[in-house]
């Protein structure tokens, strides 16, 4: 009976150290695991700091492409100021031009006028002659 009794304590310590193994090894499971979640949350907030950083370029493009759609848009409007410049210049030469002619005709009509005056002055030189032979 003692050799039973003996038998059964050995039993019972063996069975308790398979419980404390079972025990320590479901704590080193639960360890792993929850250094699997530590490096799952580390990975995820690398993922995050990625996104971070793709937003941030993402943000970045975007700004880049509104400076140029402004600077296309200012080069725009540049370009209608000059086509307006060019506006105004061709008129004032239009109008120079137009002042010319004018200028032009007052200078022919003077040369008309004055070949009327001397074609009047022809006639009374005629008629001065003709009297002076007259009186003779």
């Known amino acids: 009976m003692k050799k039973y009794i003996v038998g059964l304590k050995r039993n019972l310590v063996l069975f308790t150290v398979h419980i404390a193994y079972s ?36 943000f970045y493009i975007v700004h880049l492409k509104m400076h140029e759609a402004l600077s296309d848009f200012y080069n725009g409007y540049l370009n209608v100021q000059d086509a307006h410049l060019n506006l105004h210049n061709a008129y004032s030469n239009f109008y120079i031009v137009h002042l010319k002619m004018h200028k032009a005709f007052l200078n022919f009509y003077n040369a008309y006028l004055n070949v009327q005056d001397a074609h009047l002055n022809l006639h009374i030189a005629h008629l001065k002659m003709y009297k002076a032979l007259s009186n003779i």
Do not use: D, E, P, V
């Open 23 to 58: 025990n320590f090894y479901i704590a080193h499971l639960k360890m792993h695991k929850a250094l699997l979640n530590f490096y799952n949350g580390y990975l995820n907030m690398q993922n995050a700091h990625l996104n971070l950083h793709i937003a941030y370029s993402n």
